[in-house]
């Protein structure tokens, strides 16, 4: 008599109950029918294949692009009694024909490959002389083409469908979007298949944005708060990265730097002291993570932005899996702004692409700069639809005050326009505040009408209603990335008096000594 799901999640496994839809989805794929599992990082997709495997006939081949982390699941299995490998190009080529033989012996219930090393014809020949239980496709959304760990071998999976119609496919992904979610299922051929969607909502992560002033003192100050817990600091830059774990280190933090620039012998080691003792802080970037199970980090601070929402998500995610109180905390400025859009406006991509990630871009900082539940955005960035005040965010907490920024507002947006749409927010702001610099001279800024109109209200004040106005959408950076300024058709309702804008109180106008003066 074949042990019952719920009889395998307890004997092998050690849980006394399925979590959330693992039932439903267990069951989906042990009676043969193909799965779609959307699922948060942390919310338990691996025990959705690994049970079926083991409940029906044959090997369960999981498809996995992680194969610095295939050793890891394979010795944990092996830990529970379950008879599991790996074949990778990491493994010698006696190890490799072992492996083969247990698989054409039906000694194994789950077997991890490569995409590409399932997709050569050896590998796929051997399959058809033996029996598979099904297939996982775990990291499903790497067969998106804008998602950022894209994988043209994973387009070639449809391949499992024609070859092997009767094996239940299960794809599985902690990518929430919409868009990745469609394209999962044309390039798999998963249009057949049971679609389990997790809320993605991580109710005891806390939310916070602030701007950034002074990075190192922010992030002291945020740390001290988390001493002796481990967390992750996520850096934009190698170089940043190194600077910042040496800097905590010296401020008597467990820092480790993380980055791809480094040893991979170091890399390694400090990834291990990381999962293995307490109270580390990683610093990395976001080469560092994916597929990370360490269930007790208490933070995760980012010093700069993150590429998109999906990836703040991600990081974000790594904290509190165990279900406890987590801090998800981030600075950033208009200079990040003006990097990010130099990094998309210089990367090889297509104009396509860099339309989308401007796009991401956007969004993120119409995140940062909300007013609003960051819950409420975040989860919505994912079509999840969220009713907040969540409790558990700064804005939530503590509701940002606002002020009517309209003038203010016409005034910024016809000085970019009547200076040609050409400069960056520094100059723009010079021109507002009637600085009478040697570039505005030169230029005849200062025989523009717009020149010193916004003199009543200092730099400081200047920066935040810019960098508001770009996350409103209300001003626009170049899609070169020169960090100049242009109108977008949203300005045009504002410059007409037909929209009022709302700013946080951060960018309250602080009167200048000058016009103090004036008064
Ligand atoms: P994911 O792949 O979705 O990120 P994992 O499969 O790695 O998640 O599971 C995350 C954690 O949750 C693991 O430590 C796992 O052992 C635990 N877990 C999964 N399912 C259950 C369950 N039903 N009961 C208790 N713990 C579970
Ligand atoms: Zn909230």
Same mark, same amino acid.
Request: some cysteine.
């Given at each position: 008599?074949?042990?019952?799901?719920?009889?395998?999640?307890?004997?092998?496994?050690? =849980?006394?109950?399925?979590?959330?839809?693992?039932?439903?989805?267990?069951?989906?794929?042990?009676?043969?029918?193909?799965?779609?599992?959307?699922?948060?990082?942390?919310?338990?997709?691996?025990?959705?294949?690994?049970?079926?495997?083991?409940?029906?006939?044959?090997?369960?081949?999981?498809?996995?692009?992680?194969?610095?982390?295939?050793?890891?699941?394979?010795?944990?299995?092996?830990?529970?009694?379950?008879?599991?490998? =790996?074949?990778?190009?990491?493994?010698?080529?006696?190890?490799?024909?072992?492996?083969?033989?247990?698989?054409?012996?039906?000694?194994?219930?789950?077997? =991890?490959?490569?995409?590409?090393?399932?997709?050569?014809?050896?590998?796929?020949?051997?399959?058809?002389?033996?029996?598979?239980?099904?297939?996982?496709?775990?990291?499903?959304?790497? @067969?998106?083409?804008?998602?950022?760990?894209?994988?043209?071998?994973?387009?070639?999976?449809? #391949?499992?469908?024609?070859?092997?119609?009767?094996?239940?496919?299960?794809?599985?992904?902690?990518?929430?979007?919409?868009?990745?979610?469609?394209?999962?299922?044309?390039?798999?051929?998963?249009?057949?298949?049971?679609?389990?969607?997790?809320?993605?909502?991580?109710?005891? &992560?806390?939310?916070?944005?602030?701007?950034?002033?002074?990075?190192?003192?922010?992030?002291?100050?945020?740390?001290?708060?988390?001493?002796?817990?481990?967390?992750?600091?996520?850096?934009?830059?190698?170089?940043?990265?190194?600077?910042?774990?040496?800097?905590?280190?010296?401020?008597?933090?467990?820092?480790?730097?993380?980055?791809? $620039?480094?040893?991979?012998?170091?890399?390694?080691?400090?990834?291990?002291?990381?999962?293995?003792?307490?109270? @580390?802080?990683?610093?990395?970037?976001?080469?560092? *993570?994916?597929?990370?199970?360490?269930?007790?980090?208490?933070?995760?601070?980012?010093?700069?932005?993150?590429?998109?929402?999906?990836?703040?998500?991600?990081?974000? *995610?790594?904290?509190?899996?165990?279900?406890?109180?987590?801090?998800?905390?981030?600075?950033?400025?208009?200079?990040?702004?003006?990097?990010?859009?130099?990094?998309?406006?210089?990367?090889?991509?297509?104009?396509?692409?860099?339309?989308?990630?401007?796009?991401?871009?956007?969004?993120?900082?119409?995140?940062?700069?909300?007013?609003?539940?960051?819950?409420?955005?975040?989860?919505?960035?994912?079509?999840?639809? =969220?009713?907040?005040?969540? *409790?558990?965010?700064?804005?939530?907490?503590?509701?940002?005050?606002?002020?009517?920024?309209?003038?203010?507002?016409?005034?910024?947006?016809?000085?970019?326009?009547?200076?040609?749409?050409?400069?960056?927010?520094?100059?723009?702001?010079? &021109?507002?505040?009637? &600085?009478? $610099?040697?570039? @505005?001279?030169?230029?005849?800024?200062?025989?523009?009408?717009?020149?010193?109109?916004?003199?009543?209200?200092?730099?400081?004040?200047?920066?935040?209603?810019?960098?508001?106005?770009?996350?409103?959408?209300?001003?626009?950076?170049?899609?070169?990335?020169?960090?100049?300024?242009?109108?977008?058709?949203?300005?045009?309702? @504002?410059?007409?008096?037909?929209?009022? #804008?709302?700013?946080?109180?951060?960018?309250?106008?602080?009167?200048?000594?000058?016009?103090?003066?004036?008064?």
């Amino acid at each position: 008599m074949p042990s019952s799901p719920l009889h395998i999640l307890q004997s092998v496994f050690g =849980y006394s109950s399925f979590r959330g839809p693992q039932q439903a989805i267990v069951e989906q794929v042990i009676e043969g029918g193909d799965a779609l599992v959307l699922m948060p990082t942390g919310g338990g997709k691996s025990l959705c294949y690994q049970i079926p495997a083991i409940v029906r006939q044959g090997t369960g081949i999981v498809v996995s692009p992680l194969i610095a982390l295939m050793q890891d699941q394979v010795d944990a299995l092996h830990e529970a009694g379950v008879a599991a490998a =790996y074949l990778n190009s990491s493994q010698d080529n006696d190890t490799q024909r072992e492996v083969e033989r247990q698989l054409m012996a039906g000694e194994l219930d789950l077997l =991890y490959v490569a995409p590409e090393r399932l997709l050569t014809p050896r590998l796929l020949a051997l399959l058809e002389r033996t029996e598979v239980a099904l297939f996982a496709i775990d990291e499903a959304h790497c @067969v998106s083409q804008w998602g950022h760990d894209f994988r043209p071998e994973y387009r070639e999976l449809a #391949v499992l469908h024609e070859r092997f119609p009767h094996v239940p496919r299960i794809a599985l992904t902690a990518t929430a979007d919409p868009r990745t979610r469609e394209e999962i299922v044309e390039r798999l051929a998963l249009q057949q298949a049971r679609q389990f969607v997790s809320s993605f909502d991580r109710p005891n &992560i806390g939310y916070r944005v602030s701007l950034k002033h002074n990075p190192r003192t922010q992030l002291m100050q945020f740390l001290d708060g988390h001493r002796g817990e481990s967390g992750i600091v996520y850096c934009l830059s190698r170089k940043k990265v190194d600077e910042t774990a040496a800097w905590l280190a010296d401020a008597g933090f467990e820092a480790l730097p993380y980055h791809a $620039g480094l040893d991979a012998a170091v890399r390694a080691k400090n990834q291990q002291r990381f999962l293995r003792e307490d109270g @580390v802080v990683m610093v990395a970037t976001v080469a560092f *993570g994916m597929g990370i199970d360490k269930p007790d980090v208490r933070f995760v601070a980012h010093l700069d932005l993150p590429r998109s929402m999906e990836g703040y998500y991600q990081e974000t *995610g790594r904290g509190g899996r165990d279900g406890l109180p987590a801090e998800a905390w981030m600075i950033y400025g208009l200079a990040d702004v003006v990097t990010m859009s130099q990094m998309i406006a210089q990367s090889e991509s297509a104009d396509e692409r860099k339309r989308i990630e401007r796009q991401k871009l956007e969004s993120l900082l119409a995140y940062a700069e909300a007013t609003r539940c960051r819950r409420e955005l975040l989860l919505g960035a994912f079509g999840e639809p =969220y009713q907040g005040p969540c *409790g558990n965010c700064d804005n939530c907490v503590a509701p940002p005050k606002t002020w009517d920024a309209t003038v203010p507002a016409q005034k910024a947006l016809s000085a970019v326009y009547r200076s040609g749409q050409r400069y960056g927010s520094g100059h723009v702001i010079d &021109i507002l505040r009637g &600085i009478d $610099g040697e570039r @505005v001279n030169q230029l005849g800024h200062d025989k523009l009408t717009t020149f010193g109109v916004g003199a009543d209200m200092d730099e400081k004040a200047w920066r935040s209603v810019f960098r508001q106005l770009l996350a409103a959408g209300l001003l626009a950076t170049d899609p070169e990335g020169y960090g100049t300024l242009r109108l977008t058709a949203a300005s045009r309702d @504002v410059l007409t008096g037909g929209q009022r #804008v709302l700013l946080r109180e951060d960018a309250r106008p602080v009167r200048s000594a000058r016009r103090r003066r004036d008064s």
